[in-house]
């Protein structure tokens, strides 16, 4: 048969339906349509807290060796180490119920010149304890799942708090999970207070690819900030409570050719071995709302009148 006579289109019985190229157009389409809406509209937020409240059993099952594993590792531990954490435990404890008096005394010197300046109470912090399953498995960030979500009481935008100071912020609520991103995440800022001085500022997550800690941004170089100073929350942005620790600052640096300082600080909070850790709700409830603005009254027409 001569090769002009061959049909090179394939025949019927092997058709694909659309191109490839049709295929890869449609699709990217598709893909860019659903990343606007997750970000604009939250559409693909029911469907996530589906697939983690179907997931959850299976990621419960897969953690089960690796605690056992740790609960084996943590029998072990030598004595040595053992005395030692109970040194520093006994020691952390003496200090925690010496602050505790000092708290007591300061409270009630607090409530009495509240009520003698007529100041707004300060309503209790309520939280709910939780545990770190894992850490989020996007490298480019700084987050980790909590065991508690939605069916806790957990809201979206709570602070997370260890016991040494703040961890970070629900970013992300499931029903039965939650996404937190860290302090040290760069997409994450915190307005904080230093403690000696009373300036208010903005920290930072490290933008490094590596970084573990904080920065102070738009701080002149000839502000009153010296190394070692404490940060704790500020609660002027209604999520943080005031007064919880948050950084301390590491490094000052100072340049002429530069109106800013660099300056790094070192988290208190325990970002890369946290365990058990508190969800406060945010403060944003306690503040009160905004009055509504009054109309402003129409104005009086001149009247006009010829002379006499």
């Given at each position: 048969m001569p090769l002009g006579t061959l049909d090179r289109t394939p025949p019927p019985f092997f058709k694909q339906g659309p191109s490839a190229l049709s295929k890869l157009m449609f699709f990217s389409a598709l893909a860019l349509f659903l990343m606007v809406a997750d970000m604009r509209f939250r559409v693909t937020q029911p469907i996530r807290a589906a697939l983690a409240t179907a997931l959850y059993p299976v990621q419960w099952l897969a953690l089960q060796p690796v605690r056992a594993?740790?609960?084996?590792?943590?029998?072990?531990?030598?004595?040595?180490?053992?005395?030692?954490?109970?040194?520093?435990?006994?020691?952390?404890?003496?200090?925690?119920?010496?602050?505790?008096?000092?708290?007591?005394?300061?409270?009630?010197?607090?409530?009495?010149?509240?009520?003698?300046?007529?100041?707004?109470?300060?309503?209790?912090?309520?939280?709910?304890a939780a545990e770190v399953l894992y850490d989020a498995p996007d490298p480019y960030t700084r987050?980790?799942?909590?065991?508690?979500?939605?069916?806790?009481?957990?809201?979206?935008?709570?602070?997370?708090v260890d016991e040494s100071g703040v961890l970070g912020q629900v970013t992300r609520v499931h029903p039965l999970v939650s996404e937190v991103t860290l302090v040290i995440d760069r997409e994450l800022a915190i307005p904080v207070l230093n403690a000696r001085t009373g300036a208010r500022s903005v920290a930072y997550g490290e933008p490094t690819a590596s970084g573990g800690g904080l920065e102070l941004r738009f701080m002149g170089s000839n502000s009153d900030v010296q190394q070692g100073d404490l940060l704790t929350t500020s609660g002027v942005d209604g999520v943080y409570p005031p007064g919880l620790p948050v950084?301390?600052?590491?490094?000052?640096?100072?340049?002429?050719?530069?109106?800013?300082a660099r300056i790094y600080c070192i988290p208190q909070a325990q970002v890369a071995a946290a365990l058990h850790v508190m969800v406060i709700k945010p403060v944003s409830g306690q503040i009160p709302s905004r009055p509504a603005d009054e109309p402003s009254p129409s104005p009086v027409p001149a009247k006009q009148g010829g002379r006499k």
């Open positions: 594993v740790q609960g084996s590792g943590a029998y072990f531990t030598s004595l040595s180490q053992a005395k030692t954490s109970e040194e520093e435990a006994r020691r952390k404890l003496a200090l925690q119920s010496l602050r505790a008096g000092q708290v007591e005394q300061l409270s009630l010197e607090n409530t009495r010149l509240r009520k003698l300046l007529e100041l707004r109470e300060q309503k209790a912090i309520n939280g709910v987050k980790v799942i909590i065991d508690k979500g939605l069916a806790h009481g957990v809201e979206l935008a709570s602070p997370v950084a301390r600052i590491e490094r000052i640096e100072r340049r002429a050719e530069s109106a800013f």
